[in-house]
């Protein structure tokens, strides 16, 4: 390479006193140039060691930092017991926000358009789940533009469950749910067609339930929540694009791995809103054969079945 | 005096008066020409080209006065000439004359029987002489036709005729009634399309006015075909689906010695020594049918209201689909029962009348009729509120103006998807005095109205049937109790609770095919302005 004149000379640069003064950043790489002149003379085992040697330390530094800083923020050493704590947290935080009364406001009366073949058990699920906090009061009605053929004996069941009489110990706040089966291609929910435009795909409405819905069930809590509910959500959203087997094979991998042998989606103890949006695309895409799926996830889409009403 | 004041005038005048005379003149020679034409045909056929060797094939058929039965004509009807095709050598049809186009030797007829079309050709050959073919090509548009012919299919698709696959090769030809040779209006014209953003489309137009005073030409257009036949569907279906629920057909009086709703409004009639009333609606007879026990009535027939509303849906006659129904603790009953009625119609419609709707459509640009089942039920204060939020100010106690009637429902429309659906519990205040209240809440009452496409087509309640309690409520509306006594003293001997409501077939059938203008779906209408034809 070209060797540059220096492009400045010595110039005495007066340091603001307010800001960090940090170490040379090169000066290992100054260090190794320079080495490297002297010891032509060791030979090449000697330098790799020397190198190795280097690294090592700096890799014992940096454990030592990052030692400190956790004992700094309080975090328990050992990684297993992290999650645990992490979920005393936002049992802890969710104690705190638990039985915040409903926003009425925000219970304006949706109306689903969905097609017959894409039965959105996810509204199923939250009845079933918001059933001590929020009564959502389901109609179902049927579009001109579906014929009776659309119809089989899953729909019915469907229907029968989503309008039964559920046993209310008080009043609740109501949301008015009103399921349209029309020939539509993606479901969609339409709130006000003055003020909102139509939300379209069944795992926005699961969004829009959670947000509505009580407190104690919202997935937004912190970030790491919400980031996860966010991922699993949109693997549904991408499974529910995919026409073929093939196509939803690695979707389904993925699903099945986050869920590994837990109980529920996160480890979490109850029903959660990426278990509902899981098991409503799953039960749709298997109906009844939930021998075709892996294994942890019949086993788990059997286990929360009762508690989602299916 | 008069005449030789005109006959200053005419002296005054001459100029213009030669010149009036002279045109007069030419047009006269020109009739007298066009006449010539006309009748030359077949006037200087034998001098055009000789023999005419088909004599016997083809003119005018005597007056039919039932003087011979001609059975072994095989006659087919249009639209079944398909079926015929490759059976049958030679049919007859009966048909109208749609257009004829004649071209030296070949002659080709659009024939028409009802909304089916079929392409006729009379071509020069052994059999039809050039006298025939230039017979045919005088027959006058409209004219009914028997022609006798084979059945040949045909290669390219004949896109101007319903029947495409094949034309008729005429054997005979005769006039059984011919029309006159200058019509009002063109059935083509009258049947053109009526397609906004086509640019190439021609825009020649009948207009309305035109169209009922020739009314009978324009019904042969298909459009109105269809529609005729669909507006007897209505009524079909009216009937077979609430005799199928138990109702009974009954029959009301439509001359009445008093106005049966509010008492404006009504056509007074001279009756003998006094004045009687023409019946604005049935409803006091169907209220005493469900007190005399027949617990759930119905009656089609004529209804007459003297509004001189010039509107595109009202009509001072129009023929009312009414019904109702006793019912066991509550209305609703009445209510779901309406509401599925409709929904087996709009059903049944859409199922047995496809075509009839096609056919309307090619010539209408309209939107299907979409609906929900079951109905869509949504109460007034519900109505209010979506208005409010699209930035309506109105009472909750207001009736809904034409213009919010019509925002509804777009809104309804927007959110559900449905062009029919119920709305309930109207406030008391602006329902008639015989509505019941609202248990739970004494501004608003157990009342309905019926929307399809935004417009209201019914309007019902559950009426009161204990008498006490409808003079109250008469008296708290200011009516003149003497006036009423005959409808109280009905309820006296016991009557089941009971609702019901009425619906215009015309408004039925002009908005389940989305057609703006209720006189397209009245056979002769009748408004402040027409009492003819």
Known sequence: ?310 | MVTEETAANSEAQSKKAAKKQAAKAEKAAKKAEHKATEHGTTENQDEASGEDYSKDKYGHCKMIQSAEKLSERNFVPVHQLGESLGTQSSVWVRGRIHTSRCKGKQCFIVLRQQSSTVQVLISVNENISKQMVKFSGSIPRESIVDIHANIIKVDQKIESCTEKDLELHAIEIYVVSQAKAQLPLQIEDAARPEKKDDPDSLNIRVNQDTRLDNRVLDLRTPANQAIFRLEAGVCKLFRDILANKGFVEIHTPKIISAASEGGANVFTVSYFKESAYLAQSPQLYKQMAIAADFDRVFTVGAVFRAEDSNTHRHLTEFVGLDLEMAFKYHYHEVLETIGNTFTEMFKGLRDNYANEITAVGQQYNVEPFKFLEPPLRLEFHQAVQMLREAGIEMDDEEDLSTPNEKLLGRLIKAKYDTDFYMLDKFPLAIRPFYTMPDPNNPKYSNSYDMFMRGEEILSGAQRIHDPEYLVERAKHHAIDISKIAAYIEAFRFGCPPHAGGGIGMERVVMLYLGLDNIRKTSMFPRDPKRLTP
């Open chain 1, 1 to 310: 390479m070209y060797s540059l004149k220096p492009i400045l000379t010595q110039q005495n640069i007066d340091l603001p006193s307010c800001m960090y003064k940090m170490k040379p950043v090169n000066s290992n790489i100054i260090e190794n140039s320079c080495n490297s002149k002297n010891n032509s003379e060791k030979s090449e085992v000697e330098l790799l060691e020397d190198r190795q040697n280097r690294i090592l330390q700096k890799l014992d530094e940096l454990k030592q930092t990052l030692l400190s800083m956790r004992g700094d923020l309080n975090v328990c050493s050992k990684p297993a017991q992290q999650n645990i704590q992490n979920q005393q947290q936002q049992k802890a935080a969710k104690v705190k926000i638990q039985r915040k009364p409903i926003d009425v406001n925000n219970l304006a009366e949706i109306v689903v358009n969905v097609h017959p073949k894409n039965i959105p058990y996810s509204i199923l699920a939250f009845r079933n789940l918001f059933k001590d906090r929020l009564f959502l009061d389901v109609e179902v009605f049927t579009h001109s533009s579906i014929s009776n053929a659309d119809f089989n004996d899953l729909t019915r069941d469907f229907t029968d469950k989503i309008t039964k009489k559920l046993d209310y110990v008080e009043k609740l706040p109501a949301l008015k749910v009103t399921i349209i089966w029309k020939d539509v291609e993606t479901t969609q929910f339409i709130s006000s067609p003055s003020k909102f435009i139509p939300v379209y795909g069944e795992i926005n409405i699961i969004r829009y339930l959670n947000r509505v819905g009580p407190s104690e069930h919202y997935y937004e809590t912190d970030h790491f929540q919400a980031n996860y509910h966010d991922q699993v959500l949109d693997v549904c959203y991408q499974l529910s694009k995919k026409h073929s087997d093939k196509e939803r094979q690695q979707y389904i991998q993925h699903l099945s791995q986050r869920l590994g042998k837990d109980q529920f989606y996160n480890s979490a103890s109850s029903l959660s809103i990426s278990d509902i949006a899981v098991s409503s695309i799953l039960k749709k895409l298997y109906a009844n054969d939930f021998k075709r799926m892996p294994a942890n996830l019949s086993n788990w889409l059997n286990k929360i079945s009762p508690f989602a009403g299916y």
